[in-house]
């Protein structure tokens, strides 16, 4: 198993987000997670990728193996775990070249491998552009700044691309995506699936997952994963909206 | 007469001082330097040193600087092995560089160089002899020794200095550096003067760096008044990097004539206190002025920018950009002043002043300030003091950069908006490494001589590769 996440609670500033979630994710696997505003989808994904700000109170997270929260956001990333961020960072006076090189070195320096010089890593970052359809000429701009929305989205898209990460996690990577953008950003993660990574999608719509076709479909809830099912859940879900959701908790006395 | 003197710094000493050693420090004087000299050491005597009273000295405490003892040296040393204090070969020294020593200009042979371009460049004593009406047409007519008691006392007491000419219509074929180096076995008070005159449309390179080879404490005084007449165009800079012991009051004029170009840069990389005080004055319509600042401090110094524009003349476009990056103790003060005078109309000016502290004791005070008399103008400042940005921070270690090179790598980027306005490339590659390495924590206070001091060129291993491809 790639990722085993048990009975993980997390809080901020004293408040409980997480409120004991348990998910299994196995590579070759794509989990879609679904849910209302502020039910701690977001949460759960940087508790994942290690930001500081969220205490982990208990629980646990299995990853390849070894205790993930122990690692420092840094080793969790060369471990090969990607945050597509909800809102990507400007990063003025960084050029992408610069970061991405920096980064793609330290990972490879992680593994034992030596930097990439300058022409193999030119030649890597225009490979991974045409992948993900990238076609505005980014090298020599700053990292995110004056992008637009959809611009912001297929950056992310192409640092995974360039990172190539084993556990992928999208955070809502189609708000604020025209249909066109969208469909770039599922191209990108179609195109880097593979049997060995994984990816989890967090999504507030549905229309995401008619692109990424998800193997799984959990819906987040108050801080708890309330139901799981194939991808037709995420087509209830849009059917019925989250109410359905809110009443099934109520009437299962749950949640108020 | 003695060569060196030894004393603690107060008011009380100068006027004895200097009516000790008038002579001797009038000797080659023309006539009206003199005069200037007795109205300004009676200035000083009524101003006497500022104090953190003074609203303008309010953040810079001069106490600690005041309470060592220094030598005041009358004398330039004799028989100095200029090969061996650049401490490298100094392949243009007889063109392009020019050296200067505790305050004294030193040369290989000739004090004074007259290029066959009409150029001259030199010792400022020299010049005063050799071109006393060029030098009594410029010199003190931009350093107001009545309103600045340090310019008053180098005013009274300077004896040399640097001296550049560049006639009308001359262009520099290559940047000038002054390399003005501190290095002696004992504790040195010194004030020398340079003067820079660019004639009408006329352009110029210069390259003005302060430097220490050793840590013995030192107090410098300098005042450089620097004339750029009509359509001419100066790029300036000023590369500062003394010791932790050292206090720096650098006063320089800048007097633009109508349709002057100015570029100056102050990168101050080291320095146990360093004030620069700034002052630009458009004595002409369609000035442009840029002036800007990049400071990396760390331990116990502090810098301390003051730069006033004053806006004289219509049509002027002033810009100041000024970045600091504060560590541990240190602190920084910017004080900016625009003066947009009542006629001044269609001037355009903005401020900025930007500071990042890493530490919480890390502090800085930063006072943009306009004052304008009419309302046809286009001005603005801003100022703005934080931490490295933690959302950044983050995005870059989960790319699995780690901690140390994320912040190297954000530190970097927001020093170089400033560096990247070089516009000398071998300059900026130099200034660049330099503040990698300054950075990093790596950067030794000899290192500073931009040009000179590398050759063969060295490169410089960085954990994070910098290089823009």
Redo the contacts between chains.
């Keep these: 198993m790639l990722l085993s996440i048990k009975n993980l609670h997390a809080s901020i500033n004293g408040k409980e987000i997480l409120k004991g979630i348990d998910l299994d994710v196995n590579q070759g696997e794509v989990h879609a997670i679904m849910g209302p505003n502020g039910t701690g989808k977001s949460t759960l994904a940087s508790v994942i ?3 500081e700000v969220f205490d982990v109170t208990s629980g646990e997270v299995i990853y390849k193996g070894r205790n993930l929260l122990k690692l ?3 080793e969790r ?2 471990e090969g775990i ?2 597509g ?1 909800q809102y ?8 992408i ?7 793609v ?3 490879r320096k ?1 593994k034992g491998l030596d ?1 990439l010089g ?1 022409g193999a ?2 030649k890597l970052m225009e490979e991974k552009k045409k992948l993900v359809e990238l076609t505005s000429n980014l ?2 701009r ?2 995110n700044e004056g992008f637009s929305g959809g611009e912001k989205k297929k950056n992310e898209i192409f ?1 995974m691309a360039m ?1 190539e990460p084993t556990l992928a996690i999208l955070d809502e990577t189609d708000s604020g995506l025209d249909i066109d953008a969208l469909r770039v950003v599922a191209n990108g993660v179609n195109k880097l699936r593979t049997k060995d990574n994984a990816f989890m999608v967090i999504t507030h719509y549905q229309r995401l997952l008619d692109y990424i076709i998800p193997d799984f479909v959990h819906v987040l809830f108050e801080g708890k994963i309330v139901k799981s099912g194939s991808k037709e859940l995420a087509l209830e879900l849009e059917e019925k909206g989250y109410d359905w959701i809110r009443k099934e908790q109520r009437d299962n006395g749950i949640a108020g | 007469m003695q060569d060196v003197i030894k004393q603690n710094i107060t008011k009380e000493l100068f006027p004895g001082l200097f009516r000790e050693h008038r002579a001797a420090i009038t000797a080659g004087d023309y006539p009206s330097l003199t005069v200037q000299r007795d109205n300004a050491i009676r200035r000083f005597e009524e101003l006497g040193f500022p104090t953190i009273k003074l609203e303008a000295w309010k953040n810079t405490d001069l106490k600690e600087s005041f309470g060592k003892e220094y030598n005041f040296v009358l004398k330039p040393e004799q028989g100095v092995d200029v090969q061996k204090v650049f401490r490298c070969n100094i392949p243009h020294l007889d063109t392009a560089i020019m050296g200067q020593l505790n305050g004294w200009y030193v040369s290989k042979d000739v004090p004074l160089m007259e290029l066959g371009n009409g150029i001259i460049m030199g010792s400022l004593a020299e010049a005063m002899k050799k071109y006393p009406a060029l030098i009594e047409a410029h010199l003190g007519k931009y350093a107001d020794f009545n309103t600045d008691s340090f310019t008053a006392l180098n005013t009274a007491f300077f004896m040399d200095g640097v001296f550049i000419y560049v006639p009308e219509n001359v262009k520099s074929p290559k940047p000038v550096q002054i390399i003005n180096v501190i290095h002696h076995d004992q504790n040195l008070f010194l004030q020398s003067r340079n003067l820079v005159v660019l004639g009408k449309n006329s352009r110029l390179s210069l390259v003005h760096c302060d430097d220490s080879y050793n840590h013995q404490p030192s107090f410098s005084n300098v005042v450089t008044e620097i004339c750029l007449g009509e359509y001419s165009s100066l790029d300036h800079y000023k590369l500062q990097n003394l010791n932790n012991a050292s206090t720096l009051i650098s006063s320089v004029y800048f007097q633009m004539e109508a349709s002057a170009q100015l570029e100056s840069h102050y990168i101050s990389l080291n320095g146990g206190l360093l004030r620069n005080n700034i002052r630009l004055r458009f004595n002409g319509p369609h000035g442009d002025a840029k002036i800007y600042g990049i400071y990396l401090m760390d331990s116990k110094q502090h810098i301390d920018n003051q730069v006033f524009v004053d806006h004289a003349f219509p049509d002027c476009i002033s810009g100041e950009l000024f970045k600091g990056i504060l560590d541990e103790h240190s602190s920084g003060v910017f004080n900016g002043h625009v003066l947009v005078e009542r006629n001044a109309v269609r001037t355009n000016a903005y401020q900025s002043n930007r500071n990042i502290l890493l530490t919480e004791t890390a502090k800085v005070n930063s006072k943009p300030f306009l004052e304008i008399y009419n309302d046809d103008v286009k001005c603005s400042h801003g100022s703005t003091t934080g931490q490295l ?1 933690q ?2 921070m ?10 140390d ?2 912040r190297m ?2 530190m ?3 020093a ?2 400033v560096i990247s306005r070089i516009a000398i490339d071998p300059l900026r590659y130099r200034i660049e490494d330099m503040v990698k390495k300054r950075l990093q924590g790596e950067l030794q206070i000899c290192e500073a001589c931009v040009l000179h001091c590398n050759t063969p060129e060295q490169p410089v291993e960085f954990v ?6």
């Design positions: 990728a290690g930001r420092a956001v840094e990333a060369r990607f945050l961020f990507p960072v400007e990063i003025p006076g960084v050029s070249t610069n970061f991405m090189r920096t980064a070195n330290e990972v992680f930097p300058g890593f030119l090298a020599n700053s990292v640092q990172l | 940005d959302d950044a983050y995005y870059l270690r989960q790319r699995g950069i780690g901690e090179s994320a790598l954000l970097y980027a927001y170089d908006e994070i590769d910098m290089t823009k491809i």
